[in-house]
C-alpha cells in the first residue's frame, strides 16, 4: 500500500505548484528528471520554504475519513494538497492555498487541559485531530492509504534487483527505491518550518534551512535531516537602503568569538526546544564538535535532526552536490549505488566513527566522474570560471563562487554505460595511491596529500580542511580491499555472461560479503542458502534507524 492520498486543487496560484506533477521542474531533489529548465538551488528552496509555512502537521485518529477530514478543513480555506503517512500512528500533511488559514485553523484550535500534567500553551502548526463521536466515522468507510516514509523491505529491493534487465537497470532501481520521494522532500521542508517558528521565538527572522542529503540530490529515505539556523537571512541583506550620510547598527552583545556566538545560540534554542518544543524529544546539545549541533528527534515526522548555526559554508557544498547531482542522470544512479554497497559491507556505519562518510563517497565518486574522458562531470574550479556577477559568493573569506544556472553548463559527451563507470570506479579505487594522494573536486586532479591522514579530501571551500579526517588507516584499507573484490566480481560477471536470476547477480553479488557470491574469489564458504545471505544483506544496507553514518564532529 504505496499509494498516497493526495488532491491538488488552487486554481490560479503559482506557487502551489512547487515540484507537483504539473510543473515538475526544480524535481531534482526527487529526482524527477526534467529535460526542460532546471530551477536554481536558491529558488528551490525558497519555494519549498514558502510551501512548508503554508503547511500543517496533523496526528489523526486510525480511522479517519478522508473526505469529511478534507471538508472540516476547508473551512478555514482551499487546500492544495494533502497526504497521509504512517509513523507511529496516523498522520496528515496538509498544504493550504493560503497562509491565512492556517491563522484561521489555529483560532479554532484549543489546547488541551489533562488531569494529570499541565500543557506548555505553545501554539504551533503541529496538530492534534480529535474525533467527538469516534464510532460515527467508520461506518462503512474505507480507511485511508498511508505512505510509509521509509526505504522499501529487503525483500522488494532482493526482488527489484533480480527482476531487472541489467546493472545498468538494477542501479537505476536501487535509485528509484531509495531516493527521496516529493512526499518525504516536503515533510523535510515542513520540519524544518516548525523548528523555524520555535526559533523564531528568540530571532524573529531568522529561517532554519535544511541542508546535506534532505536537498543535495543524494538523500536517501531514512536520512537524517540536517538544518542550519540562519540569522542573517543569507543574500538578503545586500539589497537594503544604503543612501545618505548614515549607517544605522544594531546595538548587539559582544562575546569572545564567533564559535562562541554560535554554541551561545545553539545553547538557548536547545533549551527552547527541549522545554516547548511540541514532538521535540532526546534534545541534546553537542556543542564543543567542530560544528556545533543541537541533535533532536521529531515525533511525528520521524526525522532525526542536526540543527547548526553560523554553517552557510555548508548549505553551499549542497548547492554543489545539487548541482553535480542535477547534471547527468548517472551521478545519482553512481552514487546511491556506491553508498548501498558501502554500507551492506559496514564500510558506513549509523555510529560516528572512523568510518567513511556518506558525504566522502559523494565526493569520491564526483572526482571519479570528473578523471573520466572525456569528463561526465566539470570540475569546481571549471564551475567557477563560468559564473558570472550575480553568482559571486563570500562566505566566512572562502571564495565559494561557481555557476548557479544548471542550464548554462554543456552536457557532457561522455556515453559511457553504469555498469562500466562502476567497474571502474572500483578499479580506480582499488589502485589509488592514497598513501600520496589527495582528492580534490576543486582542479579535479589528485595532488599531495597535504599531511599524513590516511584518506585526504579536500573540503572544496575550505580548503584547508580534510572532509574525511576521521577515517582510520585500517577503514582505508577494507575499502581499497572490497573495491578491488567487487571490480574483480564485475569482470567475472562479463565473462560467464548467462547468469541465472535465480542467483544473486550484478549489483546484487556485489552487496555480498567477499567469498559469499557465486561468482566471487572462489572461496566456498556457502553454510546458509544464497537467498537468506542476500535477504540477511539487503537488510542490513536498509537504513532501519536513522542512516547517520557521520561523525558529527568532523563536519
Ligand atoms: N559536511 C562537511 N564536512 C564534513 C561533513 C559534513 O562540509 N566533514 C557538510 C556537507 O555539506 C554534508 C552536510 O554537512 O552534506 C551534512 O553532513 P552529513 O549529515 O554527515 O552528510 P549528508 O551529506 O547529509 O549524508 P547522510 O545521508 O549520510 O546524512
Ligand atoms: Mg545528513
Redesign the pocket.
Known amino acids: 500500500p504505496h499509494s498516497i492520498s493526495r488532491h491538488l486543487s488552487c486554481p490560479g496560484t503559482r506557487v502551489a505548484s512547487v515540484g507537483s506533477e504539473e510543473q515538475p521542474s526544480g524535481g531534482a531533489e526527487t529526482g524527477t528528471e526534467d529535460k526542460t529548465l532546471q530551477k536554481k538551488f536558491s529558488e528551490v528552496q525558497k519555494e519549498r520554504r514558502e510551501q512548508a509555512q503554508r503547511t500543517v502537521l496533523i496526528h489523526c485518529p486510525n480511522n479517519i475519513n478522508e473526505k469529511k477530514f478534507l471538508k472540516y478543513l476547508s473551512q478555514h480555506g482551499s487546500i492544495s494538497n494533502h497526504f497521509f503517512y504512517e509513523s507511529f500512528g496516523l498522520y496528515a500533511v496538509v498544504e493550504f492555498c493560503q497562509k491565512d488559514s492556517i491563522n484561521s485553523l489555529q483560532n479554532g484550535t484549543h489546547t488541551p487541559t489533562q488531569s494529570t500534567e499541565a500543557a506548555i500553551p505553545f501554539k504551533s502548526r503541529f496538530l492534534n485531530l480529535k474525533l467527538k463521536n469516534p464510532s460515527n466515522q467508520v461506518s462503512g468507510q474505507s480507511f485511508v492509504q498511508a505512505d510509509s516514509q521509509s526505504p522499501p523491505s529487503s525483500k522488494k529491493l532482493f526482488e527489484l534487483l533480480s527482476y531487472a534487465e541489467s546493472i545498468d537497470a538494477q542501479l537505476t532501481a536501487l535509485l528509484k527505491a531509495f531516493q527521496l520521494t516529493e512526499e518525504n522532500v516536503r515533510l523535510r521542508h515542513l520540519t524544518c518550518s516548525l523548528i523555524e517558528d520555535i526559533a523564531a521565538a528568540y530571532f524573529p527572522s531568522c529561517v532554519v534551512w535544511p ?4 536537498v ?1 540530490t ?3 529515505l531514512g ?2 535531516l ?1 538544518m542550519f539556523l540562519d540569522l542573517d537571512e543569507t543574500g538578503n541583506l545586500s539589497d537594503h537602503k544604503n543612501t545618505g550620510n548614515f549607517l544605522m547598527e544594531f546595538q548587539v552583545k559582544n562575546v569572545p568569538s564567533e564559535r562562541v556566538a554560535t554554541q551561545k545560540i545553539l545553547s538557548v534554542i536547545g533549551e527552547c526546544l527541549d522545554n516547548f518544543g511540541p514532538g521535540c524529544v532526546g534534545v541534546q546539545k553537542i556543542l564543543n564538535a567542530r ?1 556545533p549541533l543541537v541533535r533532536f528527534s521529531h515525533q511525528g515526522s520521524g526525522f532525526q535532526c ?1 540543527l ?1 548555526a553560523n ?1 552557510s ?6 548547492e554543489l ?1 545539487y548541482i553535480y547531482g542535477s547534471l547527468d542522470s548517472r551521478v545519482r544512479a553512481l552514487v546511491f549505488g556506491v ?1 548501498c554497497w558501502a554500507r551492506a559491507h559496514s564500510l ?1 556505519s549509523s555510529i560516528p566513527g572512523a568510518w567513511i ?4 563517497l ?1 565526493m569520491m565518486v564526483i572526482f571519479f566522474l570528473q578523471r573520466r574522458s572525456p569528463p561526465i562531470l566539470p570540475t569546481l574550479d571549471s564551475l567557477k570560471s563560468m559564473a558570472d556577477a550575480e553568482d559571486r559568493c563570500i562566505l566566512e573569506g572562502n571564495n565559494c563562487t561557481f555557476i548557479q544556472d544548471i542550464n548554462k553548463i554543456k552536457p557532457s559527451g561522455n556515453t559511457e554505460t553504469l555498469e562500466l563507470l562502476l567497474k571502474e570506479f572500483f578499479e580506480y579505487f582499488g589502485n589509488f595511491a592514497f598513501n600520496k594522494n589527495s582528492i580534490n573536486i576543486r582542479q579535479g586532479r589528485e595532488q599531495n596529500k597535504p599531511d599524513s591522514s590516511p584518506l585526504y579530501i579536500q ?1 572544496p ?2 580548503t584547508s ?6 577515517v582510520s588507516q585500517n577503514q582505508l584499507q577494507k575499502f581499497v580491499e572490497l573495491a578491488r573484490d567487487s571490480a574483480w566480481i564485475l569482470e567475472q560477471e562479463k565473462k560467464d555472461q548467462p547468469s541465472s536470476s535465480s542467483h544473486p547477480w550484478g549489483l546484487a553479488a556485489l552487496l555480498l560479503p567477499p567469498g559469499a557470491g557465486q561468482t566471487s574469489l572462489s572461496r566456498k564458504k556457502k553454510k546458509k542458502p544464497m537467498s537468506e545471505k542476500v535477504k540477511g544483506l539487503l537488510a542490513s544496507i536498509k537504513s532501519n534507524s536513522p ?6 564532529s ?2
Open positions: 541542508f546535506g542529503s534532505s543535495n543524494f538523500g536517501k536520512c537524517d540536517d560544528c542536526d547548526t554553517n559554508i555548508a548549505l553551499k557544498s549542497s552536490l553508498r558506513t562518510t556518506n558525504f566522502s559523494t573540503n571551500f575550505e580542511l580534510n572532509i574525511s579526517k576521521n542512516d547517520r553514518s557521520t561523525d558529527a568532523g563536519k
